[in-house]
């Protein structure tokens, strides 16, 4: 098996060594080592040649291809002209002359002049193969570039970028690149069109049996395209053929489809032909329809608030309008309603009643101001004294307190005057009296004076504070005004312990005072009778007789009585210290206290004025009045009753 194994080899190695003989040649590699060689591939030859002597260290040589002529005589005029056509002897001739008996060697070039020109000679000269003519042929829209001869040739695209806008590529097809032709007439094409499919009808024209024909009057076509002319639209028109568009129609006019004048074109709904244009129906006039005639106005019962396009609507449910030609429907007045739609009048509300403005129902009219009852009715009027605010179903109201209503049907009740006021459902105006604190004077209330107080609703007379009757150690505070005052205890605490609450009563609250200067005077003038002995802590106390008041007639004739006051007893003091210098005490003593005068005065009442001349006072003071004597340096006459001068 072993000896099998490495038999195998060998020969694998044999047949590779073989096979790269025959298609490599060695040549000397003076970049490896001194004796080194390295295999090429044979090279190719151009169509028509074939390589000859690659092998070995021989890269071999292109030569032309020839073929057999099978079964020629070497004499017969297709040997000589085969033979004729080789430039010059070759080894391939020699070839076909020398090994091949009866046969001719021809040459591949030469045989190729048989082919047609959109053909080309394909396999001459292998296996000694004459070959044969193909057709130069590609698959659409590709040609056959270089074909001929002995070369197939190589397929290109159909290059249509020469061709402009409105031309296709044509004849574009074997060996032929093709050139540029225009489209039919009325067609066009885009730049490096390849066909006439790409050729379509300009703008304005139709495709109609192979030709292009213009769209007529009435119809239009936009853009390129084999496509069917369409009619103008609605409000639109075309009085021309072959045209890409339509005219519109003057503002607010419009066409049937397929106009191909202006004079198709009429006013559209909602406006009218005047003065040559076409005008939008006012507010409260329609038209419906496309023509030109006048907008028609809107029958009672039903408007149209927009100006132009529009239909006349029924007046709502609350609304009417008695006129035609309404823009607007007018609500029902207060004290009406309306139930249907469209009307052109309202209905009352019944008597006493009345109605939100665009009552939709007789439920919504009710009692007006001053009368009562339910929605819908009876309304009853409000009787004196009783009123009844806005509309609606409530029930009258007594006039308040302060207020009064003479009249029925009433829907508010008239203030009284000020500062009167009176009872509640008054319904006179002689039921207003004063309010408590004033008093009816001159047709008036007025306020009490201050001190005085009235807490009754009439028009009686204030009274004063003063002749309030308080019981014993209390008095009515804050009395005036409206009020008696609140019966209050005397605040006798209130006072020091060397006081005591003086007036407290009636309407009083009374004064602390100091308990020495309180007494009281009775008996004879200038005398004081009484003190309290227990005055203080807010309490006057009892009164007592002075002691010394049964004893006033034991002071002398120049004394008087004092200091029976307060707290304390009395006693008698001297008239002379009764009265200060330059005073003399008039009616002092026998417990008098007297005046005191000043002695100016009494010289001046009883001295100025008398006639002999003794016009000064002398000895005034103390309890004596003094006399009048001669002034200094004159002296008594007694014989002639006059004071003279004295002469020393």
Not at 292 to 297: A, E, G, I, V
Request: net charge negative; glycine share 14%.
């Amino acid at each position: 098996m072993k000896l099998i194994k490495i038999i195998t080899i060998l020969l694998i190695y044999i047949l590779i060594t073989l096979i790269v003989t025959k298609i490599h040649y060695k040549q000397y590699d003076y970049f490896t080592t001194k004796y080194g060689y390295r295999c090429t591939p044979c090279g190719e030859c151009e169509t028509g040649k074939y390589l000859d002597g690659c092998s070995g260290t021989n890269e071999g040589t292109c030569r032309d291809m020839y073929y057999v002529v099978p079964d020629v005589d070497q004499n017969s005029e297709v040997a000589n002209r085969v033979i004729r056509s080789v430039s010059q002897s070759s080894p391939e001739e020699e070839y076909c002359k020398n090994n091949l008996d009866n046969n001719a060697c021809g040459n591949c070039n030469t045989r190729a002049l048989d082919c047609e020109d959109s053909e080309y000679l394909d396999g001459c000269g292998v296996n000694g193969s004459s070959g044969e003519c193909k057709k130069c042929t590609c698959p659409d829209g590709q040609y056959k570039l270089g074909c001929g001869g002995l070369q197939a040739g190589v397929c290109e695209p159909c290059n249509a970028f020469d061709c402009v806008e409105g031309q296709y590529l044509i004849g574009c097809s074997g060996n032929e690149a093709g050139g540029c032709q225009q489209c039919p007439s009325n067609m066009t094409s885009p730049a490096g069109s390849n066909s006439v499919d790409d050729c379509e009808c300009v703008e304005g024209y139709e495709y109609i049996g192979g030709v292009c024909t213009e769209c007529q009057a009435g119809f239009y076509k936009t853009g390129l395209g084999n496509g069917s002319c369409l009619p103008c639209e609605a409000g639109t028109y075309q009085n021309l053929p072959g045209q890409s568009e339509c005219n519109n129609c003057p503002d607010n006019m419009t066409s049937p489809i397929g106009s191909d004048s202006e004079d198709n074109c009429e006013c559209v709904g909602g406006y009218e032909y005047i003065g040559g244009v076409c005008t939008q129906c006012q507010a409260g006039f329609y038209k419906t329809r496309v023509g030109n005639s006048p907008c028609l106005p809107c029958e009672a019962g039903k408007y149209k608030a927009n100006i132009g396009v529009g239909t006349c609507a029924p007046c709502e449910a609350g609304k009417y309008t008695a006129n035609t030609g309404a823009g607007t429907c007018a609500p029902c007045e207060a004290g009406s309603f309306n139930e249907n739609e469209g009307s052109d009048e309202c209905q009352q509300c019944p008597d006493n009643m009345t109605s939100p403005l665009g009552s939709v129902s007789d439920e919504e009219c009710q009692c007006e101001e001053g009368y009562s009852g339910p929605d819908g009715g009876p309304c009853t009027k409000c009787q004196p004294g009783f009123y009844k605010t806005g509309v609606g179903n409530g029930s009258c109201l007594p006039c308040q307190a302060g207020s009064f209503n003479e009249n029925e049907g009433s829907g508010e009740c008239q203030q009284c005057p000020d500062n009167m006021t009176s009872p509640t459902r008054s319904d006179s105006a002689d039921d207003c009296v004063c309010d408590k604190g004033y008093e009816y004077i001159d047709r008036e209330c007025r306020a009490c004076q201050e001190g005085w107080y009235k807490d009754t609703i009439d028009n009686d007379t204030c009274t004063i504070c003063s002749s309030n009757h308080s019981p014993s150690g209390k008095y009515y505070h804050n009395c005036g005004g409206d009020s008696k005052g609140t019966l209050t205890e005397c605040a006798y605490d209130s006072c020091e312990t060397d006081e005591y609450l003086y007036g407290c009563g009636k309407s009083n609250s009374g004064i602390c005072r100091k308990c020495n200067t309180k007494y009281i005077t009775e008996g004879p003038t200038y005398g004081r009778t009484h003190y309290y002995p227990t005055c203080g802590d807010g309490i006057l106390g009892p009164a007592r007789e002075c002691s010394e008041y049964s004893r006033w007639n034991n002071c002398s004739n120049n004394q008087y009585f004092w200091g029976c006051i307060g707290v304390n007893d009395g006693n008698c003091y001297s008239c002379a210290d009764r009265c200060s210098q330059g005073e003399v005490a008039i009616g002092c003593g026998n417990g008098r206290m007297g005046r005191c005068e000043s002695c100016s005065d009494i010289e001046e009442d009883f001295c100025y004025s008398r006639s002999d001349g003794r016009t000064t006072l002398y000895g005034c003071g103390g309890q004596y009045t003094g006399y009048c004597g001669c002034p200094d340096g004159m002296y008594w006459a007694w014989r002639d009753r006059v004071c003279r001068w004295r002469n020393w």
